[in-house]
């Protein structure tokens, strides 16, 4: 699975952007895909992910609320539109992609084997 991230940019605190993760390759209907943020100098947190097939939804206490996580099928593209961001949101975001990974492991950076690239939000202040 190849995994392409894009949507990033600059916004002003309490603004809003929308991040794509196009997937290419083998069919995700095991799969749950995700997004992980690192700021600098800190470790690479999850954001939220979903699964695949049946579309549940799983978010980090800090953007329940603020964010939501959705998927397009026809597109195999996983969206996160992010509102009412603050500067706290300002990291790279990355998007991760694995197999049967079970509930309780959904927000471990290790159940993730296939990851993209990475695209920056900056938040302003």
């Known amino acids: 699975v190849q995994l392409q991230a894009s949507g990033g940019g600059l916004v002003q605190a309490g603004g809003s952007l929308r991040l794509s993760c196009a997937a290419s390759?083998?069919?995700?209907?095991?799969?749950?895909v995700a997004w992980f943020l690192q700021a600098p100098g800190k470790e690479r947190q999850f954001v939220a992910a979903?699964?695949?097939?049946?579309?549940?939804?799983f978010y980090a206490d800090p953007v329940k609320g603020r964010f939501t996580i959705s998927r397009e099928n026809a597109k195999k593209t996983v969206y996160l539109q992010m509102n009412s961001l603050k500067a706290e949101d300002t990291a790279v975001y990355y998007c991760?992609?694995?197999?049967?990974?079970?509930?309780?492991?959904?927000?471990?950076?290790?159940?993730?084997?296939?990851w993209g690239q990475g695209t920056l939000v900056t938040v302003s202040s």
């Open positions: 390759g083998r069919t995700l209907s095991n799969y749950v």
């Open positions: 991760a992609a694995q197999s049967g990974v079970i509930v309780s492991s959904i927000s471990r950076r290790d159940a993730y084997h296939y």
């Open positions: 979903i699964r695949w097939s049946g579309g549940s939804t």
